[in-house]
Protein backbone atom coordinates (compact mmCIF):
# COMPACT_ATOMS: atom_id res chain seq x y z
CA UNK A 1 0.00 0.00 0.00
CA UNK A 2 1.11 3.83 -0.99
CA UNK A 3 -0.28 6.12 1.41
CA UNK A 4 -1.94 9.39 0.37
CA UNK A 5 0.41 12.47 0.89
CA UNK A 6 -1.38 15.30 3.27
CA UNK A 7 -1.39 18.37 1.23
CA UNK A 8 -0.55 20.75 4.09
CA UNK A 9 0.37 23.41 1.55
CA UNK A 10 -2.49 23.78 0.32
CA UNK A 11 -4.92 23.15 3.61
CA UNK A 12 -2.97 26.21 4.25
CA UNK A 13 -3.32 28.36 1.43
CA UNK A 14 -7.22 27.23 2.03
CA UNK A 15 -6.99 28.43 5.67
CA UNK A 16 -5.36 31.60 4.91
CA UNK A 17 -8.20 32.55 2.28
CA UNK A 18 -10.23 32.02 4.43
CA UNK A 19 -8.57 34.24 6.89
CA UNK A 20 -7.99 37.27 3.88
CA UNK A 21 -11.98 37.02 3.32
CA UNK A 22 -12.73 37.91 6.76
CA UNK A 23 -10.13 40.30 7.64
CA UNK A 24 -11.27 42.02 4.10
CA UNK A 25 -15.17 42.31 6.18
CA UNK A 26 -13.97 43.32 9.02
CA UNK A 27 -12.56 46.09 7.27
CA UNK A 28 -15.45 47.13 4.87
CA UNK A 29 -18.03 46.76 7.26
CA UNK A 30 -16.03 47.66 10.57
CA UNK A 31 -13.34 49.68 9.89
CA UNK A 32 -10.85 46.79 11.54
CA UNK A 33 -7.90 45.82 10.87
CA UNK A 34 -6.34 43.00 13.29
CA UNK A 35 -2.66 43.29 13.88
CA UNK A 36 0.05 41.15 14.86
CA UNK A 37 2.84 42.47 16.79
CA UNK A 38 6.19 39.25 16.39
CA UNK A 39 9.07 40.21 18.68
CA UNK A 40 12.76 38.32 17.94
CA UNK A 41 15.29 38.68 20.26
CA UNK A 42 18.53 37.85 19.46
CA UNK A 43 19.99 36.35 15.99
CA UNK A 44 18.95 33.08 16.28
CA UNK A 45 18.97 32.02 11.71
CA UNK A 46 16.29 29.83 11.98
CA UNK A 47 13.71 32.43 13.91
CA UNK A 48 14.96 35.11 11.65
CA UNK A 49 13.51 32.65 8.88
CA UNK A 50 9.89 31.79 10.66
CA UNK A 51 9.75 35.96 11.70
CA UNK A 52 10.09 36.95 8.21
CA UNK A 53 7.57 34.27 7.53
CA UNK A 54 5.57 35.25 9.73
CA UNK A 55 5.20 39.01 8.48
CA UNK A 56 4.82 38.54 5.48
CA UNK A 57 1.89 36.44 5.38
CA UNK A 58 0.51 38.39 8.11
CA UNK A 59 0.60 41.30 5.82
CA UNK A 60 -0.96 38.98 2.46
CA UNK A 61 -3.98 38.30 4.31
CA UNK A 62 -4.49 41.79 4.93
CA UNK A 63 -3.41 42.41 8.39
CA UNK A 64 -1.09 44.77 10.24
CA UNK A 65 2.10 43.41 10.74
CA UNK A 66 4.85 44.81 13.48
CA UNK A 67 8.03 43.51 14.18
CA UNK A 68 10.42 44.14 17.23
CA UNK A 69 13.82 43.37 16.35
CA UNK A 70 15.82 43.34 19.81
CA UNK A 71 19.50 42.79 20.69
CA UNK A 72 20.44 39.43 22.15
CA UNK A 73 21.51 41.46 25.29
CA UNK A 74 18.21 43.44 25.76
CA UNK A 75 17.22 43.03 29.68
CA UNK A 76 14.09 41.24 31.04
CA UNK A 77 13.10 44.54 32.26
CA UNK A 78 13.01 45.81 28.48
CA UNK A 79 11.47 43.04 26.68
CA UNK A 80 8.90 43.00 29.71
CA UNK A 81 8.03 47.14 29.36
CA UNK A 82 7.70 46.25 25.17
CA UNK A 83 4.83 43.23 26.29
CA UNK A 84 3.35 45.86 28.13
CA UNK A 85 3.02 48.46 25.89
CA UNK A 86 2.26 46.00 23.38
CA UNK A 87 -0.95 44.82 25.49
CA UNK A 88 -2.17 48.69 26.09
CA UNK A 89 -2.17 48.88 22.52
CA UNK A 90 -5.74 48.55 21.10
CA UNK A 91 -4.11 48.27 17.20
CA UNK A 92 -1.96 45.42 18.63
CA UNK A 93 -4.61 41.86 19.12
CA UNK A 94 -1.86 39.17 19.05
CA UNK A 95 1.46 38.94 20.73
CA UNK A 96 4.06 36.34 19.69
CA UNK A 97 7.51 36.12 21.10
CA UNK A 98 9.51 34.03 19.21
CA UNK A 99 11.26 31.43 20.89
CA UNK A 100 13.70 30.23 22.08
CA UNK A 101 14.87 33.48 24.18
CA UNK A 102 18.28 33.95 24.81
CA UNK A 103 19.60 32.32 28.03
CA UNK A 104 19.40 35.07 30.36
CA UNK A 105 15.82 35.82 30.09
CA UNK A 106 13.06 33.91 32.00
CA UNK A 107 10.80 32.05 29.09
CA UNK A 108 7.77 31.61 31.64
CA UNK A 109 8.23 35.16 33.09
CA UNK A 110 7.78 36.76 29.57
CA UNK A 111 5.26 34.48 28.15
CA UNK A 112 3.37 34.99 31.23
CA UNK A 113 3.23 38.71 30.74
CA UNK A 114 1.23 38.82 27.54
CA UNK A 115 -2.36 39.81 27.84
CA UNK A 116 -3.76 36.21 27.85
CA UNK A 117 -6.43 37.51 25.02
CA UNK A 118 -3.58 38.57 22.86
CA UNK A 119 -1.62 35.37 23.36
CA UNK A 120 -2.29 33.54 19.63
CA UNK A 121 0.85 30.86 21.02
CA UNK A 122 -1.61 29.83 23.18
CA UNK A 123 1.38 29.23 25.77
CA UNK A 124 0.13 31.89 28.70
CA UNK A 125 -0.83 30.02 31.94
CA UNK A 126 -4.34 30.64 31.52
CA UNK A 127 -4.56 29.06 28.34
CA UNK A 128 -2.85 26.15 28.81
CA UNK A 129 -5.16 25.72 32.10
CA UNK A 130 -8.25 26.17 29.67
CA UNK A 131 -7.46 23.74 27.57
CA UNK A 132 -6.76 21.58 29.63
CA UNK A 133 -9.93 21.63 31.47
CA UNK A 134 -11.62 21.62 27.81
CA UNK A 135 -12.50 25.90 27.83
CA UNK A 136 -12.37 27.86 25.54
CA UNK A 137 -8.44 29.04 25.08
CA UNK A 138 -5.92 30.48 22.72
CA UNK A 139 -4.91 27.11 20.99
CA UNK A 140 -0.70 26.56 20.10
CA UNK A 141 -1.38 27.14 16.33
CA UNK A 142 1.17 23.54 15.54
CA UNK A 143 -1.28 21.31 17.47
CA UNK A 144 -4.00 23.21 16.26
CA UNK A 145 -2.79 22.70 12.71
CA UNK A 146 -2.59 19.28 13.13
CA UNK A 147 -5.62 18.27 14.55
CA UNK A 148 -7.41 20.51 11.19
CA UNK A 149 -5.61 17.83 9.02
CA UNK A 150 -6.37 15.06 11.16
CA UNK A 151 -10.28 16.42 11.17
CA UNK A 152 -10.49 16.63 7.57
CA UNK A 153 -8.93 13.28 6.82
CA UNK A 154 -11.04 11.49 9.12
CA UNK A 155 -14.18 13.65 9.80
CA UNK A 156 -14.78 12.50 13.61
CA UNK A 157 -11.70 11.41 15.56
CA UNK A 158 -14.29 9.86 18.15
CA UNK A 159 -12.63 6.58 19.60
CA UNK A 160 -9.55 6.46 17.84
CA UNK A 161 -6.26 5.04 19.50
CA UNK A 162 -3.66 8.28 18.88
CA UNK A 163 -0.01 8.17 20.10
CA UNK A 164 1.95 11.31 20.64
CA UNK A 165 5.89 11.25 20.15
CA UNK A 166 7.28 14.11 22.32
CA UNK A 167 6.11 15.77 25.47
CA UNK A 168 7.07 19.38 24.61
CA UNK A 169 5.03 22.03 25.81
CA UNK A 170 4.46 23.69 22.53
CA UNK A 171 3.28 20.61 20.45
CA UNK A 172 3.41 17.17 22.75
CA UNK A 173 1.12 18.16 25.59
CA UNK A 174 -1.04 20.37 23.62
CA UNK A 175 -1.64 17.96 21.08
CA UNK A 176 -2.62 15.41 23.69
CA UNK A 177 -5.23 17.93 25.07
CA UNK A 178 -6.64 18.55 21.82
CA UNK A 179 -6.71 14.80 20.69
CA UNK A 180 -8.54 14.16 24.27
CA UNK A 181 -10.91 16.43 23.62
CA UNK A 182 -12.23 14.76 20.19
CA UNK A 183 -12.48 11.55 21.90
CA UNK A 184 -9.60 10.04 21.33
CA UNK A 185 -7.54 7.38 23.19
CA UNK A 186 -4.18 9.15 23.83
CA UNK A 187 -0.21 7.73 24.85
CA UNK A 188 2.26 10.22 24.79
CA UNK A 189 5.76 8.60 24.40
CA UNK A 190 8.76 10.06 25.25
CA UNK A 191 12.52 9.45 25.45
CA UNK A 192 12.32 7.32 28.21
CA UNK A 193 9.43 4.97 26.52
CA UNK A 194 10.21 1.54 27.17
CA UNK A 195 9.37 -0.38 23.45
CA UNK A 196 8.54 3.06 21.64
CA UNK A 197 8.21 1.20 18.87
CA UNK A 198 5.42 -1.37 19.85
CA UNK A 199 3.27 1.79 21.32
CA UNK A 200 3.26 3.42 17.93
CA UNK A 201 2.08 0.18 16.50
CA UNK A 202 -1.17 0.28 18.29
CA UNK A 203 -2.14 3.61 17.18
CA UNK A 204 -4.54 4.83 14.28
CA UNK A 205 -3.11 8.17 14.66
CA UNK A 206 0.68 9.26 15.35
CA UNK A 207 1.68 12.38 15.89
CA UNK A 208 5.51 12.74 15.57
CA UNK A 209 7.42 15.97 17.10
CA UNK A 210 10.58 14.97 18.91
CA UNK A 211 13.18 16.58 16.76
CA UNK A 212 14.95 13.43 15.81
CA UNK A 213 15.47 13.26 12.37
CA UNK A 214 13.91 10.13 10.25
CA UNK A 215 13.19 8.66 13.78
CA UNK A 216 10.01 6.75 12.84
CA UNK A 217 10.21 3.75 10.39
CA UNK A 218 7.30 2.27 8.50
CA UNK A 219 7.75 -0.86 10.82
CA UNK A 220 6.67 1.25 14.04
CA UNK A 221 3.15 1.82 11.93
CA UNK A 222 0.03 -0.31 12.16
CA UNK A 223 -1.14 -0.77 8.11
CA UNK A 224 -3.11 2.11 7.38
CA UNK A 225 -2.18 4.35 10.30
CA UNK A 226 -2.29 8.43 9.55
CA UNK A 227 0.65 9.61 10.67
CA UNK A 228 1.65 13.67 11.29
CA UNK A 229 5.19 14.07 10.87
CA UNK A 230 5.65 17.88 13.11
CA UNK A 231 9.53 17.05 12.59
CA UNK A 232 11.40 19.84 10.76
CA UNK A 233 15.27 18.78 10.70
CA UNK A 234 18.31 19.97 8.91
CA UNK A 235 20.62 17.45 8.03
CA UNK A 236 23.49 16.93 6.06
CA UNK A 237 22.58 15.72 2.00
CA UNK A 238 25.84 14.77 0.47
CA UNK A 239 23.77 12.88 -2.70
CA UNK A 240 23.03 16.83 -2.96
CA UNK A 241 26.68 17.91 -3.36
CA UNK A 242 29.57 18.52 -0.81
CA UNK A 243 28.37 21.13 1.98
CA UNK A 244 24.48 20.35 1.09
CA UNK A 245 22.01 19.81 3.42
CA UNK A 246 18.20 19.39 3.50
CA UNK A 247 14.83 19.21 5.45
CA UNK A 248 13.62 15.95 6.32
CA UNK A 249 10.93 15.42 9.62
CA UNK A 250 10.98 13.11 12.32
CA UNK A 251 9.50 10.07 10.18
CA UNK A 252 11.47 8.18 7.36
CA UNK A 253 8.85 9.52 4.60
CA UNK A 254 9.65 6.51 2.17
CA UNK A 255 9.16 3.46 4.49
CA UNK A 256 6.49 5.41 6.51
CA UNK A 257 4.44 5.85 3.25
CA UNK A 258 4.66 2.26 2.51
CA UNK A 259 2.86 1.41 5.43
CA UNK A 260 0.73 4.47 6.13
CA UNK A 261 -3.11 5.16 4.94
CA UNK A 262 -2.12 8.75 5.12
CA UNK A 263 0.92 11.29 5.89
CA UNK A 264 2.43 14.32 5.76
CA UNK A 265 5.54 14.92 3.84
CA UNK A 266 8.65 17.20 5.41
CA UNK A 267 8.39 19.96 3.97
CA UNK A 268 4.96 20.76 2.95
CA UNK A 269 2.84 19.38 5.52
CA UNK A 270 2.78 20.42 8.88
CA UNK A 271 4.47 24.13 8.52
CA UNK A 272 2.79 25.58 6.40
CA UNK A 273 -0.41 24.67 9.00
CA UNK A 274 1.71 26.26 11.76
CA UNK A 275 1.48 30.10 10.50
CA UNK A 276 -1.99 29.93 9.15
CA UNK A 277 -3.12 28.98 12.61
CA UNK A 278 -1.23 31.90 13.93
CA UNK A 279 -3.19 34.26 11.31
CA UNK A 280 -6.74 32.40 12.26
CA UNK A 281 -5.52 32.88 15.71
CA UNK A 282 -5.24 36.61 15.60
CA UNK A 283 -7.90 37.15 13.67
CA UNK A 284 -10.05 35.10 16.47
CA UNK A 285 -8.51 37.42 19.08
CA UNK A 286 -9.46 40.44 17.17
CA UNK A 287 -12.93 39.38 16.82
CA UNK A 288 -13.23 38.43 20.48
CA UNK A 289 -11.72 41.86 21.57
CA UNK A 290 -14.54 43.75 19.24
CA UNK A 291 -17.28 41.45 20.17
N1 LIG B 1 9.57 28.51 18.18
C1 LIG B 1 9.29 27.34 17.53
N2 LIG B 1 7.96 27.18 17.36
C2 LIG B 1 7.38 28.27 17.91
C3 LIG B 1 6.02 28.69 18.03
O1 LIG B 1 5.07 28.02 17.61
N3 LIG B 1 5.83 29.89 18.65
C4 LIG B 1 6.86 30.64 19.13
N4 LIG B 1 6.58 31.79 19.74
N5 LIG B 1 8.13 30.28 19.03
C5 LIG B 1 8.38 29.11 18.42
Known amino acids: MTGKR ?12 QVAEHVA ?25 YVRNKGKQTVEVGMNSVEHRLDASTSEAELL ?8 DPAINGILVQLPLPGHLNSDLVINTIDPAKDVDGFHISNVGLLGT ?13 LMLLRDHFGSLSGRSAVVLGRSNIVGKPMFNLLLRDSCTVTVAHSRTRDIEAVCRQAD ?13 GDWLKPGAVVIDVGINRVPAPELGEGRHKIVGDCEF ?4 K ?8 PGGVGPMTIA ?8 ACCRENG
Not at 30 to 48: F, K, M, R, Y
Not at 81 to 88: D, K, Y
Not at 277 to 284: H, I, K, R, S, V
Open 6 to 17: IDGKAFAANVRG
Open 25 to 49: RLKAEHGITPGLAVVLVGEDPASQV
Open 81 to 88: ALIERLNA
Open 134 to 146: GQKSMVPCTPLGC
Open 205 to 217: IVVAAVGRPEMVT
Open 254 to 257: ESCA
Open 259 to 266: VAGAITPV
Open 277 to 284: CLLANTLT
